[in-house]
């Protein structure tokens, strides 16, 4: 996919990532961005490109009113989420139930609802942002990579699915970004940026799967082998017991 000339819209582009994306697209000549958040206002629109969209991955209604607003997509962003920090055995069930229904349903009713956008558009494509936490867990991260793991296999799924209609769908993982959601945490932190330039190159050659930074390439690389020496590793790269 060139990038220029298309129509795209980003969930979560308020901020973090989804700021970025926004921003790359509209440096890499894309005609249009509708830019999606649960509040408006909260969205920085300084390009007359930009067309704010209300979207709430929880609130069926506002997915189904935003796809026949942005019935010209032929770019889907998925990049909303959350991150309570909720543990699987002691935390609030439901706070584990919202981040399922945020990284699964919700991405999914959003998926659901443009697929016909999309097919009616030529197929263009989807981007699903994933973590590094869709293939191991680290303390306090439970209901996060539980959720983000089933993101993931979901974006398998919907890839086959999406195929005849000529949807390429891809999958950015990585491992912390130096964003609002990571504002807590003292390890590594990539540059948000690299996020969209990674996963627009992509597009670019129809990449499937978008590995960022190295952290995620060495934890995926880890899938292979037996997930105790990875695990061992982890507990002493994260100084946690």
Known sequence: MDISGQIALVTG??????????????????????????????????DSRVVPLRLDLLDHGSVV?????????????????IATGATL???????????MDTHLWGTL?????????????????IVNVLSALSWFAAPGTGSY????????NMTNGVRLELAAQGTLVQGVLLGAADTDIT???????????????????????????????????????SLAGDPAPFYAEMTELLGTS
């Open 89 to 99: 055995i002691t935390g609030e069930l439901e706070e584990l139930h919202r981040e």
């Open 145 to 152: 990579s539980a959720a983000k793991a089933a993101e993931w």
């Open 183 to 221: 504002a807590g945490y003292d390890g590594p932190k990539i540059d948000p940026r690299d996020v969209p330039r990674r996963s627009l190159d992509g597009l670019a050659v129809d990449s499937i799967e978008v590995i960022v930074d190295e952290w995620t390439a060495m934890v995926k690389a």
């Open 13 to 46: 582009a308020n901020r973090g990532i989804g700021r970025e994306f926004v921003r790359e697209l509209l440096d890499r000549g894309a005609s249009k961005v509708y830019a999606s958040a649960r509040r408006v206002e909260s969205l920085d629109i300084s």
């Open 109 to 125: 009713d959003v998926i659901r609802e443009f697929s016909p956008v999309l097919a009616t558009n030529g197929g263009g494509a």
């Open 65 to 81: 009113t935003a796809a026949a607003t942005a019935h010209d997509v032929t770019l889907l962003v998925n990049n909303a989420g």
